[in-house]
């Protein structure tokens, strides 16, 4: 089901008219609201909730059985239990048919000509967020860090609750579970907050990323052909503003949603192409899972405590990994290699020169601002191509090591993508250290009824599907 649909809309009302029906016990609300979120996710493949009851089934029982035990060898199996589990069923659907590929082009170079059968396995549809959620509690239990949820059912929400079960953010335990124990009051002012944040989300995403980048993106990054360098950087540049709308907008509308009932969630972006810096970029573009691998996987590998040179590799690691859970493709690892090898770069630099005085003024700072897009938008080529042939053809445009291409683009797709993009720029770096809430509770109300206004009024008129937020793949 898609936040974008009608369909939604329905369920949506729905679920609300019952979370607020006076007289009915907060108990009876809850299993309403994990009923719900069954059907939401069901709505796409209904079998797919049998997994689901698997990855919690499995984790209920792991964690309450280690909070018991204090022997540590018996802690550990249970661990391992949930980690083969949960990564078992993630590889099975996501990685599966990559490793059977590469398994063949391994053996043809040896000579040998294996021919595996047909892969016709379909990947559900956000099995990597509810995953990474699920382990992050089993994990937290094995480390102290928190205790069993005291019951299943609120553990069982935690896990579904629908807003946020197929792309994130990625919520800890600690800070959704308790959420779920008393019924949550709800202020006028959080209330109309959250049906805010839900039209800026679709906004983005109907209007922005769906109706004025997506086109451009699609046209570069499907032509054959080599392209214009102009060409090349619009298609780049608009996939930039797609994904970062796209995403942004999903969970930006998930955090409203959840806001409407009365519950929070965590920021997941920060105006990240504002970010000076790589470091700065991974603190402000999908905090949730960049904050989960650098708890879960870059902490427990050493992080920077042995040393520049393990630092440097553990940073190589978690950033390759990190690509790998974007999706089963060499591209994706190539992608996040990229995105680990400029934070050891950084990190490098950093030990070397340190923070010097001079990088502090404002110039200095958008330049370097300037500078990170542009590095990010080459590793965006990889996360967007289907293939390294068209990668590379594009980048060779991009860097003008080709400059044979022909425009492709017409003048309408040139000029839209250049003014978006612009505009998202001078937005991203004009809230780049300020809070959106903040912001708009300074502004005169006449004027931020008119933008909400006007944002609905282009939801409405907005022309295309309902096209599936580009997260629902990972």
């Not at 019924?183 to 002012?189: E, V, Y």
């Not at 250290?433 to 004027?447: F, I, M, W």
Request: proline residues 4%; contains cysteine; positive net charge.
């Amino acid at each position: 089901m898609l936040f974008n649909s009608l369909t939604f809309l329905i369920f949506f009302v729905v679920v609300l008219a019952f979370h607020y029906a006076p007289f009915i016990p907060w108990r009876v609300k809850k299993h309403f609201l994990l009923y719900a979120s069954y059907v939401f996710y069901g709505a796409w493949n209904p079998p797919f909730v049998i997994l689901l009851w698997l990855s919690t089934i499995l984790d209920w029982y792991t964690a309450k059985y280690m909070y018991r035990t204090e022997v540590l060898s018996r802690r550990r199996w249970l661990l391992l239990a949930s980690m083969v589990g949960n990564l078992g069923m993630l590889g099975y659907f996501k990685y599966g048919n990559f490793l059977l590929q590469n398994f063949q082009q391994l053996m043809s170079s040896i000579g040998v000509d294996y021919q595996p059968p047909a892969w016709d396995i379909v990947l559900p549809v956000g099995i990597s967020f509810y995953t990474f959620q699920t382990m992050a509690y089993t994990l937290d239990v094995y480390l102290r860090r928190a205790k069993p949820s005291d019951t299943f059912l609120d553990f069982a929400l935690f896990v579904t609750f629908f807003p946020q079960l197929v792309a994130g953010p990625i919520v800890r335990p600690t800070d959704l579970i308790p959420q779920f124990e008393t019924q949550p009051k709800t202020t006028a002012g959080q209330f109309g907050w959250g049906l805010f944040l839900m039209t800026l989300g679709l906004f983005q995403k109907i209007v922005v990323a769906d109706g004025l980048l997506a086109p451009v993106a699609d046209a570069v990054y499907k032509a054959r052909g080599m392209l214009a360098p102009l060409d090349a950087w619009l298609g780049t540049l608009a996939f930039s503003g797609q994904i970062f709308c796209d995403f942004a907008g999903y969970t930006t509308t998930a955090i409203g949603l959840s806001l409407v009932m009365g519950f929070s969630l965590i920021d997941n972006f920060r105006y990240p192409y504002a970010a000076i810096g790589f470091s700065d970029f991974w603190r402000r573009w999908h905090i949730s899972l960049s904050t989960w691998l650098r708890d879960y996987l870059y902490i427990p590998l050493g992080g920077n405590r042995k040393g520049p040179v393990r630092t440097y590799v553990n940073l190589m690691v978690t950033m390759l990994l990190g690509g790998l859970w974007h999706g089963a493709s060499w591209t994706f690892v190539v992608w996040g290699g990229l995105h680990g090898l400029y934070l050891a770069v950084e990190r490098f630099l950093q030990r070397r020169f340190g923070e010097s005085v001079a990088f502090k003024g404002t110039p200095v700072k958008i330049a370097l601002a300037l500078i990170t897009y542009f590095f990010v938008n080459i590793t965006w080529v990889f996360f967007r191509s289907q293939d390294f042939a068209t990668a590379a053809r594009i980048l060779k445009s991009m860097l003008l090591l080709e400059t044979s291409g022909k425009p492709i683009l017409i003048t309408w797709h040139v000029w839209s993508a250049a003014g978006t993009i612009a505009i998202m720029l001078l937005c991203h770096w004009l809230l780049r250290d300020r809070d959106l809430a903040e912001v708009a509770e300074k502004t005169p109300s006449v004027l931020f009824g008119l933008v909400w206004g006007a944002m609905l009024f282009l939801i409405a008129i907005t022309q295309g599907g309902s096209d599936a937020f580009i997260y629902f793949q990972f």
